[in-house]
């Protein structure tokens, strides 16, 4: 199991072992089938249209997990992000539920997870069995996310993956007096506050979304707005409130 460097999965069955900080002992087919029980529907996996000539995103319903381990008798729980960190950053991901994708039926009414190892993928994996519902790229070259070792349990520790439907949750989202985008504070860019944006949209739908701008300069705003429509169609889904300066910009 890999406990540093870039990831392309958190979660693995056999044969992705070196992609991946925890291998599942349970076969693809058998947590597909555990999630559908507790009523989710899978969706699909990242794919390219060829009738369409265009890119779809994984889909499928949202999943939460939670890793359970023993430290010297006491039970630990811990979010798979804070086992994680951003490659550019070295900060932890936004916490956000993954898609349960459901990867690929073949022919022979097997999953290939069970045949390729795509778990819990952190980049497109056209077979995953749970997806990330942001587009992230697969090539070495542009991995976003590594393992965080100081915070992952030793090699060869017996660790439960539980998977639960998602809990609604809300980040914080604003444009700060810079014209930069913070979700909970940190920097984030426009892809992440899209995505972020349309999971609340779907934990809470029809809810809209605050979007503070922060005495952020007007043309900033009208620019921000700009980018964020291409990735949000839905002009609904947001609700910019404007704060002054007085209360937003740090003192010096």
Same mark, same amino acid.
């Given at each position: 199991?890999?406990?540093?460097?870039?990831?392309?999965?958190?979660?693995?069955?056999?044969?992705?072992?070196?992609?991946?900080?925890?291998?599942?002992?349970?076969?693809?087919?058998?947590?597909?089938?555990? !999630?559908?029980?507790?009523?989710?529907?899978?969706?699909?996996?990242?794919?390219?249209?060829?009738?369409?000539? #265009?890119?779809?995103?994984?889909?499928?319903?949202?999943?939460?997990?939670? @890793?359970?381990?023993?430290?010297?008798?006491?039970? #630990?729980?811990? $979010?798979?992000?804070?086992?994680?960190?951003?490659?550019?950053?070295?900060?932890?991901?936004?916490?956000?539920?993954?898609?349960?994708?459901?990867?690929?039926?073949?022919?022979?009414?097997?999953? =290939?997870?069970?045949?390729?190892?795509?778990?819990?993928?952190? @980049?497109?994996?056209?077979?995953?069995?749970?997806? !990330?519902?942001?587009?992230?790229?697969?090539?070495? *070259? =542009?991995?976003?996310?590594?393992?965080?070792?100081? *915070?992952?349990?030793?090699?060869?520790?017996?660790?439960?993956?539980?998977?639960?439907?998602?809990?609604?949750?809300?980040?914080?989202? =604003?444009?700060?007096?810079?014209?930069?985008?913070?979700?909970?504070?940190?920097?984030?860019?426009?892809?992440?506050?899209?995505?972020?944006?349309?999971?609340?949209?779907?934990?809470?739908?029809?809810?809209?979304?605050?979007?503070?701008?922060?005495?952020?300069?007007?043309?900033?705003?009208?620019?921000?707005?700009?980018?964020?429509?291409?990735?949000?169609?839905? $002009?609904? *889904?947001? #609700?910019?409130?404007? #704060?002054?300066?007085?209360?937003?910009?740090?003192?010096?």
């Amino acid at each position: 199991m890999l406990r540093e460097g870039p990831l392309e999965f958190f979660a693995c069955f056999p044969g992705k072992e070196h992609e991946s900080i925890i291998r599942l002992d349970a076969p693809a087919t058998r947590i597909y089938q555990a !999630l559908g029980l507790i009523g989710l529907e899978p969706g699909h996996p990242p794919r390219w249209d060829d009738a369409a000539q #265009r890119y779809e995103p994984a889909a499928g319903a949202l999943v939460d997990l939670t @890793v359970e381990w023993r430290d010297a008798g006491a039970l #630990r729980r811990a $979010a798979p992000y804070e086992w994680l960190a951003e490659i550019d950053t070295l900060r932890p991901p936004p916490p956000r539920p993954w898609l349960f994708s459901g990867s690929v039926i073949r022919p022979d009414r097997r999953l =290939e997870a069970d045949l390729s190892g795509a778990g819990v993928a952190l @980049v497109d994996q056209s077979d995953a069995l749970l997806s !990330l519902s942001q587009q992230y790229s697969n090539a070495n *070259a =542009e991995l976003w996310v590594q393992a965080d070792t100081q *915070a992952i349990p030793p090699l060869d520790t017996v660790v439960t993956l539980v998977f639960t439907p998602a809990e609604p949750r809300r980040y914080r989202i =604003e444009l700060d007096w810079r014209g930069q985008w913070r979700v909970d504070g940190a920097l984030a860019d426009t892809p992440l506050v899209a995505d972020l944006i349309g999971l609340m949209r779907r934990m809470r739908p029809g809810e809209t979304v605050v979007v503070t701008s922060d005495a952020a300069l007007r043309a900033d705003i009208r620019r921000a707005e700009r980018t964020l429509a291409t990735c949000i169609p839905d $002009a609904e *889904a947001v #609700r910019w409130v404007r #704060r002054t300066a007085a209360a937003s910009r740090p003192s010096r």
